[in-house]
């Protein structure tokens, strides 16, 4: 499993330098709050910051072995959130950005 | 943050092809998932292999937000103030604060567009003494299918206006929290008081 350090790292890196895509099937994903902009760039960022190592998993891109899929289940200000993404470099593909 | 032009291509995943693919970015006319309606013009990636849209690039996003917020007008009405009254009496009479008054007439919007509570009196209501008076305070309403669910009511109960369609809800709001304490409707609504506390 890839270091939580480096990842995180990496993700915030991506927001901050706004390299940042989201996936589609053939439509827009309403339930990607980050997606349709019902949270900023910065909330992401800020939820990601706080988030720990316990509540970090990846796996294989079930499309590609050689990618890693990054999940991120935490609490912020009350509400659960499930955040999850890959990266193709230099950006980070969002898969779920969702409460 | 990093912007993308038209003709600009990367690698994505395609999960119509189930593989990564060159996707180049295109304005597009996409739809929400929900089957909501539709962004005019966006730029997307677009799978170059099978030519369906693979990924949104975040660029896009203000255009969708504001799309999405166009579709989710509020449904709005001037009315007396004594109907706003009746709405913060029923929402305390359900175990709920003043907050709950607009879940309480989208409960009731929902359910009289699926029929699930009858419209048939809604017109007669508006000819109450309760009906009348000078129309001082606001309701406003936000929610996907609000407006849609209002516009069904409208025609099935011959409603012409949302501020007439909005007295006749809150006047049945009444008949049956208030004045008939109608079981079925009590029940269900404290259970959405349940749920949302």
Known sequence: ?99 | MKILKEGDTKKVACNTCESFQSATFKLRNVPFSDGSGLVKNVLVGVCDTCDCVAVVPHQSTPLIKKQLDKLRKPLEGRVPSHLVDILNLASDQLGAATDFVPSLIKFYIHALSKNEISSSNLSSLLKTDLAQGKATKRISLKGRYVVEEAELVKASAHIESTTELLKSVVLKINDDILVHKRAKQIKALESLVAATA
């Not at chain 1, 939580?4 to 991506?14: E, G, M, N, P």
């Not at chain 1, 990607?32 to 190592?53: D, F, H, P, Y």
């Open chain 1, 1 to 99: 499993m890839p270091k939580f350090s480096d990842i995180k790292h990496q993700i915030i890196q991506c927001l901050v330098e706004g390299n940042v895509l989201h996936e589609a099937r053939n439509d827009i994903d309403i339930k990607n709050l980050l997606e349709v902009g019902v949270i900023s760039i910065e909330e992401v960022t800020e939820i990601l910051k706080r988030s720990r190592g316990n509540e970090y998993e990846s796996s294989p891109h079930h499309l590609d072995k050689s990618i890693h899929v990054h999940v991120i289940k935490t609490r912020h200000k009350s509400e659960q959130w499930y955040i999850k993404w890959y990266f193709i470099e230099p950006d980070a593909v969002f898969i779920s950005v969702h409460q």
